[in-house]
T-cell receptor, first 113, second 116 residues
């Protein structure tokens, strides 16, 4: 099982739609979780951290389910500018990659007019 | 605030040639990372420095890749000799501190390497 797995894309949605991405992680001792956004031919940028209690930032809501080892990102009222690849990121607590950010392959979102 | 600087932006070489990438992190950031991002995949960590010491290089192909961060500021990543499968974007990132579980990474624009 890969350390971080994401929904296969691409997701093609109309403007105003609500879209959700899921991500699963294999290391149950993982300590921190993030969503990064990467525009085409650009570098990744932090979108939001994911907390156990869930957190919201405008139209974006992130949730963590430690028991099932998955993270989700919900985008409401999607805009054309939301078109990008969304990368799920996990920091494992133990093992050779301790403290390092492990990236998923990313899920591509295309928002159409 | 100046971001993470990387150069060159693009590089095209033939297989078996050598290539070097340079990174200047954000001022004051102790931790520096080199990631390799192959098309269609997420970034994969190659090496992580804390100041001028290596924290993790477990995924660095040491027979051909090397990296250094002399004086704990700038860093260079070298590939010698390059293989076709090394074609990727090489991203440098920095963060303020290490190991707190909440560090935010700032990425440079990356160097796109094509090996022919």
């Amino acid at each position: 099982r890969k350390e971080v797995e994401q929904d296969p894309g691409p997701f093609n949605v109309p403007e105003g739609a609500t879209v959700a991405f899921n991500c699963t992680y294999s290391n149950s001792a993982s300590q921190s979780f993030f969503w990064y956004r990467q525009d085409c031919r650009k570098e990744p940028k932090l979108l939001m951290s994911v907390y156990s209690s869930g957190n919201e930032d405008g139209r974006f809501t992130a949730q963590l389910n430690r028991a099932s080892q998955y993270i989700s990102l919900l985008i409401r009222d999607s805009k054309l500018s939301d078109s990008a690849t969304y990368l799920c990121v996990v920091i494992p607590r133990f093992g050779g990659s301790q403290g390092n950010l492990i990236f998923g392959k990313g899920t591509k979102l295309s928002v159409k007019p | 605030e100046a971001g993470v600087a990387q150069s060159p932006r693009y590089k095209i070489i033939e297989k078996r040639q050598s290539v070097a990438f340079w990174c200047n992190p954000i001022s004051g950031h102790a931790t520096l990372y080199w990631y390799q991002q192959i098309l269609g995949q997420g970034p994969k960590l190659l090496i992580q420095f804390q100041n001028n010491g290596v924290v993790d290089d477990s995924q660095l192909p040491k027979d051909r890749f090397s990296a250094e961060r002399l004086k704990g500021v700038d860093s260079t990543l070298k590939i010698q000799p390059a293989k076709l499968e090394d074609s990727a974007v090489y991203l440098c990132a920095s963060s303020l501190r290490l190991g707190q579980g909440d560090e935010k990474l700032f990425f440079g624009s990356g160097t796109q390497l094509s090996v022919l």
